[in-house]
C-alpha cells in the first residue's frame, strides 16, 4: 500500500474531529457545537482510482503515488461572497471553532482566505480543508510536532515566523515547530486582506498588497513588516464593503507587526500564554455580541488546567 494509501484522508479526519469534540466535550456542553456547527459536513466520498497501480504497470517508479477522490460536502459559499453582509460574526465563529480544535490538541495548520466559507442556510461560518489538519489527541493520528514546511497556505498569509527572520532562516527551513498563536496570526493577515482587497465579492489588489504576492518569502515577509507604515503613507482604506473596519484593522495589523519586532531576541520556539495572546487580539476585531457571549465557555475549555 502506497503512502497515500495509508494517510488519513479529509473524509477520516472531518468525522474524527466531529467525534472527539462531541465525546472529549462532554464536560463543556456549551463548546461542543461551537467545533461541529461550524466544520464541514461530508455527504459521500469515494476513492476512484490510485496513481500507484497504474505506473507500476508502465515500470514507472511511484515514490509519492497519488489517488484521485471525489468528496461531496454540504453547499458552503466563500467568506467573501456578496451574500455576506457582516463579515464579523461568521469570521469570529472560526477563529472560536480554531481555538477549541487547539485545545484537544487539533491544529489546522492552514488558515486561509479559501479555507473560511459561510453555510449559507445558517449564516454561519465554516472551517474547512481538514486533510493536513494534526490530531496528537491520546495519539489519535499523529502525535508528531506540525513544523513550517508542512504549511501549504497562501504565503501572503503565513505567520512571519515561519517564513524566517532576517538573521535566522529556521522557519524558512522548516525548523520552528507549528504553535497556535502562527494560525492565530493567520486569521488577522487574512482579516486584513480581505478586507483591503475584497469589494462586492471579487478580489482586487491595490498597493501595498501587490507587494505580497509572486514574490520570495523575504520580501513578502518584509513588505508585510512595512504594512502599517504603507497604509498610512499612501492614505489606503479597506474597500467600500469594510470601510467601517479601517481603525481595528490598523491595531491588529500594529499588534502582530510590534509583536516581531518587539520579540526578536525572544526564542521562537516557545509559544506565549495562548489565552493572553487570543485575548488581546480579540479586543482588537471586530465586536460580535452574540460571539462575546460564548466566549467565556472558550476560555474555560482551552485553559491549560482543562486540557
Not at 459521500?44 to 517508479?61: E, Q, R, Y
Not at 466563500?78 to 481555538?99: E, G, M, N, R, S
Not at 479601517?246 to 507587526?257: E, F, M, P, S, T
Not at 479586543?283 to 482551552?302: C, D, F, N, V
Amino acid at each position: 500500500m502506497s503512502s497515500e494509501e495509508q494517510r488519513h484522508n479529509e473524509v477520516y479526519i472531518t468525522e474524527l474531529v466531529r467525534e472527539l469534540a462531541t465525546e472529549v466535550l462532554v464536560k463543556f456542553p456549551a463548546t461542543s457545537n461551537m467545533i461541529t456547527d461550524h466544520l464541514p459536513r461530508v455527504i459521500a466520498h469515494l476513492n476512484l482510482f490510485c496513481t500507484f497501480k497504474p505506473d507500476s504497470l508502465l515500470g514507472i517508479p511511484s515514490v509519492t503515488p497519488h489517488i484521485m477522490r471525489v468528496i461531496v460536502f454540504t453547499k458552503l459559499i466563500p467568506i467573501t461572497d456578496t451574500a455576506v453582509k457582516d463579515l464579523t460574526q461568521p469570521f469570529l465563529q472560526t477563529v472560536q471553532c480554531h481555538a477549541l480544535l487547539w485545545s484537544l490538541d487539533i491544529l489546522h495548520g492552514d488558515i486561509s482566505v479559501t479555507n473560511l466559507m459561510i453555510d449559507p442556510e445558517s449564516k454561519t461560518g465554516v472551517l474547512i480543508d481538514l486533510d493536513l489538519t494534526t490530531v496528537a489527541y491520546n495519539d489519535t493520528i499523529d502525535a508528531c510536532p506540525l513544523h513550517g514546511n508542512n504549511r501549504t497556505g497562501t504565503m501572503v498569509f503565513i505567520a512571519l515566523d515561519l517564513m524566517g527572520r532576517d538573521e535566522d532562516e529556521d522557519g524558512l527551513e522548516g525548523k520552528l515547530p507549528m504553535l497556535y498563536r502562527h494560525d492565530l496570526e493567520s486569521f488577522c493577515w487574512v482579516f486584513l486582506w480581505i478586507c483591503y482587497c475584497y469589494d462586492e465579492g471579487k478580489c482586487t489588489l491595490r498597493y501595498p498588497f501587490t507587494d505580497w504576492i509572486d514574490t520570495t518569502p523575504e520580501y513578502c515577509r518584509r513588505a508585510r513588516l512595512d504594512v502599517r507604515h504603507d497604509l498610512r503613507l499612501a492614505n489606503v482604506g479597506p474597500s467600500n464593503s469594510y470601510a467601517w473596519y479601517k481603525d481595528r484593522l490598523l491595531q491588529v495589523v500594529k499588534y502582530w507587526v510590534s509583536f516581531h519586532i518587539n520579540d526578536m531576541d525572544c526564542d521562537p520556539f516557545e509559544e506565549p500564554d495562548e489565552i493572553q495572546m487570543l485575548q488581546s487580539v480579540l479586543g482588537l476585531l471586530p465586536r460580535s455580541p452574540k460571539i462575546e457571549m460564548q466566549w467565556a465557555h472558550t476560555y474555560t475549555r482551552i485553559s491549560p488546567t482543562a486540557k
